[in-house]
Each structure stands twice: as C-alpha cells, then as structure tokens.
C-alpha cells in the first residue's frame, strides 16, 4: 500500500498557507470547493477573504451542526470569517446546508441533492476536511454504520460524540467523489491520530487525492 501524502510544517500558520496555495493551483470557474466546519480551518477562510484571489464556479459546505442558523452553526462561522460575502462581491454561488424549518432528515434529503447536483455540473472539486481528536471526519461519528451511507451523499446524525449531537453532513460516499481532499490537522491533540489515521485515508482510493497538513512530527 503507497503513504499518504505528509505536509510537515513548523505551525498551523504554514499550514494555513500551504493549505491556501493548493486552493489556488487546484481551484478556478470549473471547481466546486467544499468547506468543512470547526475552528482549524477558520483562519484559512479569513485569509481567502482578505487576500480576494479565490476563484471557484461554487462553493459548498462538508458538514453543519444542526442548530437553525444559532452560533454554534459553521454557516455563521464561514459568514463571519469574511468569506460568504467575498464570494457574493464575486458572484460565486454559495450552497448552505441549514434551510430555517426544515427537520434534520429534510435536510440531508435537500442537500443530499444539491451535492449530487454540484458534483455533476462541476467538472472538478476540491474539499477541505479536518479529523477530530477521536478520529471523526467532517460530522461523521467515528462509529458510524458504513454500510448505510453506501449510496447516499449526505446523512444526519443525532450520535455525535459533542455537543450539539444533531449533525448533517458528506458521507465517506460523497468524499470518495471529490477530486482532492485536502485535511488540516494541527495540535498536540492530534498527535496520535495522525500516527494512526482513520481507515478511510488508508483507502488506496483517498491516499491518491489526499493532502494531509499538520504541524506534528510523524515520529
């Protein structure tokens, strides 16, 4: 089995630049890119806003916290990063996972086929992903039953293992459809995940188009 392609930076500053020009080189009008949540990838969002130089046909989200657009939402962290209102000035159509008064199997229905749409309108597509402590990937719980999200894109979840528990997000299917995936995982926290990766990025499939940036020593 080939590795993973490593990214070893000093700090999760370099990461965030790295991770920013691979955006560019892999990014333009035929590009559809994909935004995860949490705070690893906030600063990077604040820094395409700032520098105006994404160019990109969409841009989706890869997962929300099931919340009715209240603070813990990643729409209104993406919002407050600059960078919704960046692509708007740009006329880049921004694709929302969180409808007000939908139910959170509604939800996922919806945006099951809007990705369905934007991966195939869009002949290329990029995701930034990160992977949590316990080895989660975007809102997927690390113990997630694979076998029913074999042919479904975007799933809802009540079992996250923090708060708020209520998740919609990509599914491992619809991550295998991306083109590139590049993954941001900084911190002492993350030390011995990323000694011991997820079996999803140990995929033949994903070790080809996976780009994994972190800031700790694989040693």
Do not use: W
């Amino acid at each position: 089995m080939s590795n993973i392609k490593f990214q070893i930076v000093e700090n999760s500053d370099e990461g965030i630049d790295l991770a920013e020009n691979i955006i560019y080189q892999n990014c333009d009008k035929n590009t559809v890119l994909f935004l995860s949540g949490g705070n690893t990838p906030k600063p990077l969002y604040q820094k395409l806003a700032l520098e105006q130089k994404l160019k990109a046909g969409a841009v989706g989200m890869v997962d929300d916290r099931y919340t009715f657009h209240q603070q813990y939402s990643n729409e209104i962290m993406i919002k407050d990063s600059g960078l919704t209102k960046f692509l708007d000035q740009k006329n880049i159509a921004f694709y929302p996972i969180l409808k007000f008064g939908l139910s959170r199997q509604k939800t996922a229905q919806e945006y099951d086929e809007t990705v369905r749409f934007l991966l195939t309108h869009f002949p290329k597509s990029v995701a930034i992903l990160g992977i949590g402590a316990d080895g989660h990937t975007a809102g997927i719980p690390i113990d997630a039953d694979l076998k029913s999200m074999e042919n479904k894109l975007v799933m809802d979840y009540d079992t996250f293992p923090t708060e708020p528990k209520d998740r919609v997000t990509l599914t491992f299917t619809a991550l295998s459809m991306i083109d590139c995936l590049i993954v941001l995982v900084f911190g002492e926290d993350k030390k011995e995940v990323v000694k011991n990766l997820p079996d999803f990025y140990k995929r033949e499939d994903i070790i080809k188009k996976t780009i994994l940036i972190t800031d700790q020593k694989l040693t």
